[in-house]
């Protein structure tokens, strides 16, 4: 499959292995991993943070296959969820990096192009989160709104 706005044909990456079954050899137990998730969080790490942490530092390999539930989902039920999700929070950051060097330099048509770009991604992000209900159905998107929360 190509991807979207380039040439490139395929990705290759690593990839998660086809087996969902726990670990048995994992030497921390499942109400600890909560513990640290919800700990982690109140420290500001974002959800994909918090997983490289668990990963790299206690051992744990895939916090859904341990768990049954995935990092955000614990950290909804715990109310610790931030508003808005963290790929869109990182597009909006790119967005107004964009923005700032599109301002200072207005004949820069690749940086307008990349803007735009940047911007319908997350017209498609925020339309998928809204009809799932992650986000309220009545926001939307501004560079200056994006900037608040940004910042």
């Known amino acids: 499959m190509a ?13 998660k292995p086809l087996v969902k079954t726990k670990p048995e050899w994992m030497p921390i137990k499942e109400r600890e991993i909560e513990l640290l998730i919800a700990k982690l969080a109140k420290e500001g790490h974002s959800p994909s943070q918090i997983g490289l942490h668990l990963r790299d530092s206690y051992g744990v390999p895939d916090v859904e296959t341990v768990l049954g539930k995935t990092i955000t989902k614990v950290l909804s039920d ?46 498609r992000l925020t339309k998928y989160y809204k009809t799932t209900g992650r986000i309220k159905k009545d926001w939307k998107y501004s560079i200056e709104e994006a900037s608040f929360y940004v910042e």
């Open 3 to 15: 991807r979207m706005y380039s040439r490139a044909k395929g990705k290759s990456a690593s990839h």
């Open 78 to 123: 715990k109310k610790l969820l931030k508003e808005l999700p963290e790929d869109v929070i990182s597009l909006m950051r790119k967005a107004i990096t964009l923005h700032k060097h599109q301002q200072q330099n207005k004949n820069d048509m690749t940086a307008k192009r990349g803007l735009q770009l940047t911007e319908a991604k997350i017209g």
